[in-house]
């Protein structure tokens, strides 16, 4: 730990420049972590006037709140839905979107006495803020009201009567209002908008199963004689017209060019540095019984909480507000006390400037710590991020990402914590030993270019499209008038219910048949959710699908929620429930799964000479065989310890290819070293897809094989972790050829010399990263790459 300035200052205010401070902590270590520094300039906004429809009154109301003019997105998102045009805003994080729906919603509120406005939002908190946002316009006659699991019995029924403004969440109106839609039918009868905020949220699985609640929604207006506008607001992302037409079955427009302010940042990319030489102590050593021939993953590179830890020490040690994001909370208590003890050697006492701020503490403390900062009594904060930040907490003077945080927004989000009024901020993301997080480091386009990671779901996905069918037959009998509204295979579907006994078809359409309504959970996903219980207290924790409860529950597993760490003692799959006790070890733990996989059907195909692209639906059975302990400071594997669970069976959708064994031959690939090419550009290709498409790694997974039984070829698999498709491999299939292209340069320039982490290595694979082959992987690639048409 090397601290560049043994004099520190002692007042909060740097009077350096981002790119001083950066040049200084650049200079701190041998060799250079950093792979690109960007300067995002500041933008000035651009207004635009308030459309001419606009009411005098509604000006007034937003002027109160210090809105003179709108943005110009805000504008020409507005007035395109005040046209009656879906419309979806996908600008950058405090853009000011939610004015692009409040204008045109709460105007057409003024104008017509009788009309309603329903807002969806993905949480219940996001609710009551637009509730107050909305309530603060103090605008005759509106009435806006929160409608949701907390809403007292009494207030419902003078909701559905009086408000004209009702903000919900899509498991209520999935739950409550659409199963009441005669109580509701005076609202639904007027509904001229329907509001969807944060839409991006609604992916993968939950995703497909909100689409079909928009589609029940739009069918009931229709029954009442309204067609309400759709207005969306989504984060920054790929192709945001597709997903939201996707997502509510109708065509939308796309705004996407953000006229909204903003500070200067210069924003760093940092890999941390290759160590001198793998270290010893990660050998497989204590790597447990039947597994003692695995290659266990090896680590190459210094970790990124350490580096994240000295970054912040260096920082505080300048005088720089800093705050570090960590994933864990754990993580961030390890960055807080490593930088507390670099900084105390330094300079006895000036560790108790930085401190961890997490979920778990009471507001007070949370406040106190705020203030702090905000003071220059605090000099450093490391915090998760999964925390709901206070909104006091902004306008410092660096940022720390440790590690990717999953998607553009998140790193935006967190980014934007950084700068002053006026003053240029600094951010520096520093990359955790993933493929992806290494690609990003060595691509800035792909994170300071136009984004490519879409939000994607599968309105088609048969295990949703049924039970929702059946919901929507409950509300009021199937027509076939509404088999184009539900989309592919909604007639497939509805003969099974009917074969199943579920629905009887008579000459007027499909009626449900049972007393009772079906069961739908839209953030289920097949096989019954196992609950998760305190031993000590029998408190419910919360419940996790059963499709991830075997890897995330096993016996031995450390499970966080909401910042907190239990351990489990027990998994009960016969009672679905599994019991946890609280307790944060220093190590995390790691799931393996072994796979079997059969094609059961191409859905489509490109056939590119030796080498063939396919999508298709496949059966994978999977067992989860043992779990791996890993250090958390330094991600150094403790072990391996076998689990006894049973196998699983899962119908989902696969994307696949195949490459002529004479075509690797030419490539160079030795027939001895095929299975380790393919399983390397395997564990990679599964490690990038994140790029493309909203998900993370534990929702896909993967099989490579010299020869499979059904394409009788050396072939890669890579499919949905979810039965029926999430639209993960649908999007990879979609997006091949710029998908393999990223994992192909990740492999090839990771600085590592026969793979890890960082590259070829996965934590969740059930071989133990055997056989892995680095330079055979570009082979493969390059050879399927240069096929494949673009
Ligand atoms: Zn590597
Ligand atoms: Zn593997």
């Not at 409950?474 to 909604?490: I, K, R, S, W």
Request: with cysteine; charged share 20%.
């Amino acid at each position: 730990m090397k601290l560049s300035s043994p004099t520190v200052s002692a007042g909060p205010g740097p009077g350096t420049s981002p790119a001083d401070l950066l040049r200084r902590l650049r200079a701190r270590g041998a060799g250079d972590p950093i792979t690109h520094v960007e300067r995002v300039p500041a933008r000035a906004g651009v207004p635009a006037p308030w459309p001419p429809w606009a009411p005098t009154e509604l000006r007034a109301a937003f002027a109160r709140r210090g809105v003179v003019a709108p943005w110009r997105h805000q504008a020409e998102a507005a007035s395109l839905a005040y046209d009656g045009g879906h419309v979806v805003v996908a600008t950058g994080t405090a853009s000011g979107k939610s004015l692009a729906y409040q204008l045109p919603a709460l105007a057409t509120l003024l104008a017509d006495p009788r009309a309603t406005v329903l807002y969806l939002a993905p949480t219940k908190a996001l609710a009551a803020d637009q509730l107050r946002a909305v309530t603060a316009l103090e605008l005759e006659g509106v009435r806006p009201a929160c409608y949701d699991g907390d809403t007292p019995r009494a207030e419902r029924e003078w909701i559905r009567k009086h408000s004209r403004f009702v903000l919900t969440n899509p498991d209520m109106l999935h739950h409550g209002i659409l199963p009441g839609h005669a109580q509701w039918s005076g609202f639904l009868r007027r509904l001229a908008y329907v509001v969807i905020d944060e839409c991006h949220t609604y992916r993968g699985v939950f995703g497909s199963h909100v689409a079909h609640v928009l589609r029940r929604l739009r069918r009931q207006c229709a029954r009442f004689g309204a067609t309400p506008v759709f207005v969306l607001a989504s984060a920054t992302s790929g192709d945001p017209a597709t997903a939201a037409g996707r997502l509510t079955g109708l065509p939308v427009t796309a705004i996407t060019e953000d006229a909204s302010p903003r500070g200067g940042v210069t924003f760093a990319l940092w890999e941390p540095p290759l160590l001198p030489s793998a270290p010893s102590s990660s050998a497989p050593a204590q790597a447990t019984g039947a597994h003692d021939d695995m290659t266990e993953l090896t680590q190459v590179r210094r970790s990124a909480l350490r580096e994240t830890a000295d970054l912040l020490a260096d920082t505080v040690a300048e005088g720089v507000r800093t705050l570090a994001f960590v994933r864990s909370r754990k993580g961030a208590e390890v960055v807080a006390a490593s930088a507390r003890r670099a900084l105390d050697e330094a300079v006895p006492g000036l560790g108790d400037r930085v401190a961890a701020y997490r979920g778990g503490y009471l507001r007070e403390e949370r406040r106190e710590l705020e203030r702090a900062l905000l003071h220059g009594d605090l000099l450093g904060l490391a915090s998760t991020n999964a925390l709901e930040l206070g909104v006091d907490l902004i306008g410092l003077d660096a940022v720390l990402i440790c590690g990717y945080p999953g998607t553009r927004a998140s790193l935006w989000q967190q980014a934007g914590r950084a700068g002053r009024s006026g003053q240029e901020a600094l951010a520096v993301l520093v990359a955790r030993d993933d493929p992806l997080d290494t690609y990003l480091v060595h691509h800035p386009e792909a994170i300071f270019g136009a984004p490519v990671e879409a939000t994607v779901l599968d309105p088609a996905n048969p295990y949703v499209l049924a039970p929702q069918l059946a919901c929507a037959a409950v509300e009021a009998p199937l027509t076939p008038a509404d088999l184009a509204l539900f989309g592919d295979g909604a007639k497939e579907a509805i003969d099974q219910l009917v074969e199943a006994g579920a629905l009887r078809q008579r000459p007027t359409g499909w009626y449900w048949r049972h007393r009772e309504r079906p069961e739908v959970d839209l953030r289920g996903e097949g096989g019954a959710p196992v609950a998760v219980v305190e031993s000590a207290t029998g408190r419910l924790l919360g419940t996790v699908d059963g499709g991830s409860s075997h890897f995330l529950l096993h016996r031995g597993a450390v499970y966080l929620h909401q910042g907190v760490s239990y351990v489990v003692d027990d998994l009960d799959l016969a009672d679905g429930c599994a019991l946890v006790h609280v307790e944060e070890p220093d190590w995390s733990t790691h799931a393996r799964d072994v796979t079997d996989l059969s094609v059961v059907s191409v859905r489509s195909y490109v056939d590119a000479g030796p080498v063939g692209m396919f999508l298709g639906e496949v059966d994978v059975t999977s067992q989860v065989v043992s779990y791996q302990r890993r250090r958390i400071a330094t991600g150094e594997v403790i072990d391996t310890r076998p689990l006894d669970l049973p196998s699983r069976e899962l119908r989902t959708v696969a994307v696949w290819f195949t490459l002529s064994p004479q075509s690797l031959a030419l490539a160079g690939v030795q027939a001895a070293d095929v299975p380790g090419a393919l399983h390397a550009a395997e564990h990679a290709a599964i490690g990038l897809l994140p790029l493309m498409a909203t998900c993370d790694r534990w929702d896909i997974g993967g099989l490579s094989t010299a020869l499979h039984q059904d394409t009788e070829a050396p072939t890669v698999f890579v499919y949905d972790g979810h039965p029926g498709g999430a639209g993960f491999a649908e999007r990879a299939y979609g997006t091949a050829s710029a998908w393999l292209r990223a994992t192909r340069d990740a492999i090839a320039e990771c600085g590592c010399e026969t793979g890890c982490p960082s590259c070829v290595q996965s934590p969740k694979c059930g071989n133990g990263n055997n056989p892995l082959s680095k330079p055979d992987a570009i082979r493969v690639l390059d050879v399927v790459l240069a096929n494949l048409p673009t």
